[in-house]
């Protein structure tokens, strides 16, 4: 079954730090894509980050950085120098090449950037 | 400015009046789709369209239809909305070779 799991349902982060948010993945193709959105408490839905599963390299877009561990099918976002605008809840998505070009979300992470 | 209009936000019904979620999006983009959003389950993919004409359910499309006319919209019709429906629903349409979902703001139903 395709799945992505997010173990940690809230997470609180020092102002300035840096914290990794866990995701695991579970699908048999061989070509799929991995995402990270965001959502402040305003409820948009804000895309971050992008990790194609032929990439080599990690992805990066400015302070954020997918930690892509193919093996490990994890796919953990790495936030450098928590802001305070940074507190919402994220979540990671998949979208398989199969199984009717959904995409597949997890149930999320709520963090808390501490002042 | 590239986005996804959806319509209304909040709403506010009761069992059985039949309503309309719109979404239109701008960026000629061919997939489109509704999710729907509760507590613990992230989201979840209620119908979704490949291109005009082309519609297919997702894992939770059960009270729900949808139909695409034209490339830019793709209604939400919930014909005897049920107080599980309430939820917070979002349309989202795809970039092609990433993927990248583009949300519309997001659509607050409270069914009585």
């Known amino acids: 079954a395709q799945k992505i799991t997010q173990t940690q349902p809230g997470m609180f982060v020092q102002e300035k730090e840096a914290v990794t948010l866990d995701c695991t993945y579970d699908?048999?193709?061989?070509?799929?894509?991995l995402f990270w959105y965001k959502q402040p408490s305003s409820g948009e839905m804000i895309f971050l980050i992008y990790?194609?599963?032929?990439?080599?390299q990690n992805a990066t877009e400015g302070r954020y950085s997918l930690n892509f561990q193919k093996a490990r099918k994890s796919a953990n976002l790495v936030i450098s120098a928590s802001q305070l605008g940074d507190s919402a809840m994220y979540f990671c998505?998949?979208?398989?090449?199969?199984?009717?070009?959904?995409?597949?979300f997890g149930a999320g992470t709520r963090l808390f950037v501490k002042a | 400015e590239a986005q996804v209009t959806q319509n209304p936000r909040y709403l506010i019904t009761v069992t059985g009046k039949k309503l309309t979620v719109t979404c239109s999006q701008n960026?000629?983009?061919?997939?489109m789709s509704w999710y729907r959003q509760d507590p613990g389950l992230g989201l979840r993919q209620i119908y979704y369209?490949?291109?005009?004409?082309?519609?297919d359910k997702g894992d939770v499309p059960e009270g729900y239809k949808v139909s695409r006319k034209e490339k830019r919209n793709f209604p939400l019709i919930l014909e005897s909305p049920s107080p599980n429906q309430t939820s917070l629903y979002f349309c989202?349409?795809?970039?092609?070779?990433?993927?990248?979902?583009?949300f519309g703001e997001g659509s607050r139903l409270t069914v009585l």
């Open positions: 989202a349409s795809r970039r092609l070779i990433t993927g990248e979902l583009f």
């Open positions: 699908t048999s193709d061989q070509s799929y894509g």
């Open positions: 990790q194609g599963s032929y990439d080599e």
């Open positions: 998505a998949m979208r398989p090449n199969t199984g009717g070009f959904k995409t597949i």
């Open positions: 960026m000629n983009h061919e997939y």
């Open positions: 369209s490949m291109n005009v004409e082309v519609t």
